[in-house]
């Protein structure tokens, strides 16, 4: 494998949360986008003449969908041109009632720009080719007893961002680097919530393979539909190795549409493209071409005030503000409600606040919680906002532990508690009357573990030094975690 290099390019398809569908009013989901618990969310209720496709009907333009579309480009440092257009893409398939799609793939929105990525350690700019704006179809199912399909058009017509990137990334942890990079960012900017599993954003790789230093790109093979990042990184995986091992037994890398059978953990082949298919696209003849520009309806100048701070920023920020390592900045930063929860607890430490003499290790003391001590804990809640654990308190719990009231590891017993019951540190803390114990208690615990081990201590004072931790063990078992381990330590060293 090692004289052949992979080629990937990307094609994102991200729905924008705009409150109406691109081109009438009909609203893009429930209230509140709650689809689990919405009982009135039946087929076909969110629709209209215009996103049915009745003749006669004129499609109006979602400003809102535009200019987070431009939003998106000012974050990725595209290229914001003059005017763009809509196009009408031509095509027949039940769950598209007009038989043409409306999209902007010809003169786009969005020119250029890109995203680095980090894959174990280094650093890559992944380069896109453009972004345009376009509306979704329908949905179709099945039925498994009946001879019929159902159409549901309750997503026709609502906005879709497809993001494409040049053919530049080279396996499929890349890709899915990537892909995270992005949902960050689409998340970020609140313009998408760009869930995968629930189908917010999906993903075609167009995968093909090349002897190393070959400069001419191999035939491609096109993956639809792939919808998480573990499939995007083992569909692309599993393809560049079929096509290697079809090229070494003398075969021919046919162009073609594949789909990812993750329960097999293969791609299948579905269409041979023999031919390109033609949609015989042309400008959408009921929308003028948008201008962008300064004093146009479509000012960048101002849609740039909606930039905020973005993840890569961010990360820099809290290293040089709040002395986070690079790895604990970098989860922390990922997640847009992770970094506000982070700050929000900040704001309730005035230990923390800026220019205070100790900020950063305060800082370092409330990422190393958070990361090592919460997130496991919480996984099945999608936002932390949602644990049982307030910004607040939490800001409590750090207080005691800078205060030296509790030690590192009551802290972390104490915040376990917070995360089962809601509690503050402080009423844990009365409540069960834990307390680090005094000087006096813990010396009296020292000397117990010192007289019951002789066979030990006359070990350690003989040379065997490593020994130093079993006794530090046994204070902390004796003291059932709530001696203080430089006291401890201290305290130690002077009787041994
Ligand atoms: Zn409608
Ligand atoms: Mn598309």
Same mark, same amino acid.
């Given at each position: ?22 081109? +009438?009013? +009909? ?20 629709? +209209? ?13 979602? *400003? ?30 039940? /769950?598209?009632? &007009? ?18 990525? =980090? ?9 896109? /080719? ?19 399909? !159902? ?25 899915? #680097? ?14 998408? =919530?760009?869930?995968?599993? %629930? ?12 002897? #190393?230093?070959? &400069? $001419? !790109?191999?035939? &491609?093979?096109?993956? &639809? ?11 692309? /995986?599993?393809?560049?190795? *079929? ?11 046919? $162009? @073609?549409?594949?789909?990812? =059978? #993750? ?6 082949? @579905? *269409? ?5 298919n033609d949609y015989r696209y042309f400008p959408e003849p009921d929308l003028p071409p948008f201008e962008i520009g300064k004093g146009k309806a479509l000012d960048p100048e101002i849609i740039n005030d909606r930039l905020p701070e973005l993840p890569k920023e961010k990360r820099v920020r809290f290293k040089s503000e ?5 790895? /604990? ?31 950063? @290790? ?57 995360? %089962?019951?809601?509690? #503050?540190?402080?009423n844990i803390v009365k409540e069960e009357e834990i307390e680090k114990i005094d000087v006096k208690s813990l010396e009296q615990i020292i000397n117990g573990v010192i007289s019951g081990n002789p066979h030990e201590v006359e070990r350690y004072r003989n040379g065997e030094t490593k020994l130093f931790g079993f006794f530090v063990g046994q204070v902390m078992k004796e003291s059932k975690g709530q ?14």
């Open positions: 494998m090692q004289n052949y290099e992979t080629v990937v390019g990307l094609e994102i398809h991200a729905h924008l949360k705009t409150e109406s569908k691109m081109f +009438c009013r +009909c609203a893009t989901a429930p209230k509140g986008r709650d689809y689990e618990s919405s009982k009135k969310d039946e087929p076909n209720i969110r629709i +209209c003449p215009i996103c049915t496709g009745q003749p006669g009907t004129l499609p109006i333009a979602n *400003r809102k969908a535009i200019e987070d579309t431009i939003l998106l480009g000012l974050a990725l440092g595209s290229r914001i041109p003059d005017s763009f257009n809509f196009e009408r893409k031509n095509y027949y398939y039940p /769950d598209l009632p &007009k038989a043409y799609q409306i999209t902007s793939a010809t003169r786009p929105p969005v020119i250029g720009g890109g995203l680095e990525i =980090d894959v174990r350690g280094s650093q890559k700019f992944i380069e896109l /080719d453009h972004i345009h704006l376009e509306e979704d179809a329908g949905k179709l199912t099945h039925p498994k007893a009946g001879d019929y399909s !159902l159409v549901d058009l309750n997503r026709a017509g609502t906005p879709l961002l497809e993001i494409i990137t040049k053919p530049v990334l080279s396996s499929g942890i890349e890709a899915a #680097s990537f892909m995270r990079n992005l949902q960050s960012i689409l998340r970020y900017l609140n313009i998408s =919530d760009a869930d995968m599993e %629930k189908g917010q954003m999906r993903c075609d790789a167009n995968i093909s393979v090349r002897k #190393s230093g070959s &400069k $001419q !790109l191999g035939a &491609k093979v096109e993956v &639809k539909n792939i919808n998480s990042f573990k499939m995007v990184a083992a569909a692309i /995986d599993y393809e560049s190795k *079929r096509q290697v091992e079809a090229i070494e037994n003398g075969e021919k890398i046919e $162009q @073609q549409t594949r789909g990812w =059978d #993750s329960n097999k953990g293969k791609t299948i082949a @579905q *269409r041979t493209k023999e031919y390109a709040y002395g986070l390592a690079e790895s /604990d900045a970098h989860i922390i930063s990922a997640n847009f409600d992770l970094a506000k929860y982070f700050e929000d607890i900040i704001l309730h430490l005035p230990e923390a606040a800026e220019g205070s003499a100790n900020a950063r @290790q305060v800082g370092k003391m409330v990422a190393n919680l958070m990361i090592n001590e919460m997130l496991g804990k919480i996984t099945g809640i999608e936002n932390i906002y949602n644990s049982k654990v307030t910004p607040e308190n939490f800001a409590g719990l750090v207080s005691l532990l800078v205060q030296e009231k509790i030690t590192g590891k009551l802290a972390k017993i104490i915040l376990a508690k917070m995360i %089962k019951t809601g509690k #503050s540190a402080y001696a203080d381990p430089s006291a401890t330590s201290k305290i130690l060293r002077e009787k041994l």
